[in-house]
């Protein structure tokens, strides 16, 4: 929302503000520490107070003081619109909104994200969810709505199977459910786009290249190297593809350059990945089971009991990717499969 960036001057905002400060030091205090002043680099508390030649507690009782007398001055009522609008601004986003994507959709350069986060921390609307070992940082008005949120999200965690992966829409809809009673979801709102930024602030859950939700500790999440991108070029694909195929699609879907060979070599070494046919791979989670044809034989008649020459046939070539021939041929193997009277086959 860059227009608000344009109906308010908030470098000139902010200026005004910081004159108002009776305090000398303290409005120094705050320029540092915000980046307000010709560097835009946030000093610490420590960097500050040597300077000062004080401890790094009294640069933060100062600096809480500073941002009170901010709040009492007469520019801050001078500016209350501005401020009202910025609340309008975040509720609009779904009330909880990481910190990052308030400076990202309102300011374009780093000075102009230090004005608005000096803004967000002066003003009374405003109240903010510090980064911590389950959440990232993040900006919220209502303190029912937050702490729903935070609940929710957790509790959703909970319930992610660890090797799972949802689409966009399934893990909205799971939400969706875990808030049914709390009667917090926005009727005038893209209802997708406010959960995801509310699962977004979780450090917990994750998204990956294609899109998909789960834990940040699921293996469908941890993109590493080849065979994690080998992985989701098949699952997105759906069906088995030749390995020079598995390389094309990598490229397509994630921009990464991958050689034939190498994929080959990797999609060996991987038992997620099940050799189908002559150079061709599939995902052993849709069901393929590894080993030769033969294996897949034995399997089949061990599963279904007595079959038919066409119904082995049928069977096996759900499995694997090759001639009737080669499957009647290997039927033929009397040491391990049997034609009984009736003509159907089974194990030996």
Do not use: C
């Not at 908030?10 to 009776?22: A, E, N, R």
């Not at 303190?143 to 829409?169: F, G, P, W």
């Not at 090759?322 to 086959?345: A, E, M, Y």
């Amino acid at each position: 929302m860059k227009e608000l960036n344009k109906e308010f001057n908030f470098g000139q905002i902010v200026k005004d503000i910081l004159k108002d400060i009776p305090n000398e030091r303290a409005a120094d205090v705050l320029k540092r520490r915000f980046g307000l002043g010709p560097r835009v680099q946030h000093e610490t508390l420590e960097s500050v107070g040597r300077s000062y030649n004080i401890t790094r507690e009294r640069v933060r009782q100062i600096e809480s003081a500073a941002l009170d007398m901010a709040r009492k001055s007469s520019a801050y009522k001078k500016y209350a619109k501005a401020f009202k609008k910025l609340a309008e601004f975040i509720e609009s986003m779904g009330d909880v909104v990481s910190q990052d994507e308030i400076l990202n959709s309102i300011a374009k350069t780093e000075k102009q994200h230090n004005y608005l986060l000096f803004l967000l921390a002066v003003g009374d609307y405003f109240k903010y969810n510090k980064e911590s070992k389950d959440f990232i940082q993040f900006w919220y008005l209502d303190d029912k709505r937050a702490k729903i949120v935070k609940d929710a999200v957790q509790k959703l965690h909970k319930e992610l199977d660890k090797n799972s992966a949802l689409t966009e829409e399934e893990i909205v809809e799971m939400f969706k459910k875990l808030l049914e009673d709390e009667k917090i979801l926005p009727e005038d709102k893209d209802e997708k786009a406010v959960i995801t930024r509310w699962l977004s602030t979780y450090k917990k859950l994750a998204r990956n290249p294609l899109g998909e939700w789960g834990r940040v500790d699921s293996p469908q999440m941890r993109i590493k190297g080849l065979r994690d991108h080998a992985y989701l070029a098949l699952k997105a694909h759906g069906s088995p593809l030749h390995y020079t195929e598995v390389a094309e699609k990598i490229k397509e879907l994630f921009g990464k350059d991958a050689h034939p060979a190498t994929t080959h070599n990797e999609l060996i070494k991987d038992n997620r990945f099940v050799l189908v046919g002559r150079g061709i791979y599939a995902l052993r989670e849709w069901g393929y089971t590894p080993g030769m044809v033969k294996d897949v034989i034995k399997d089949v008649l061990a599963k279904h009991g007595p079959l038919s020459k066409e119904e082995v046939v049928e069977k096996v070539k759900r499995e694997r990717h090759v001639k009737d021939s080669t499957i009647k041929v290997n039927l033929q193997d009397k040491k391990l499969f049997k034609r009984l009277d009736d003509g159907r086959f089974t194990l030996v």
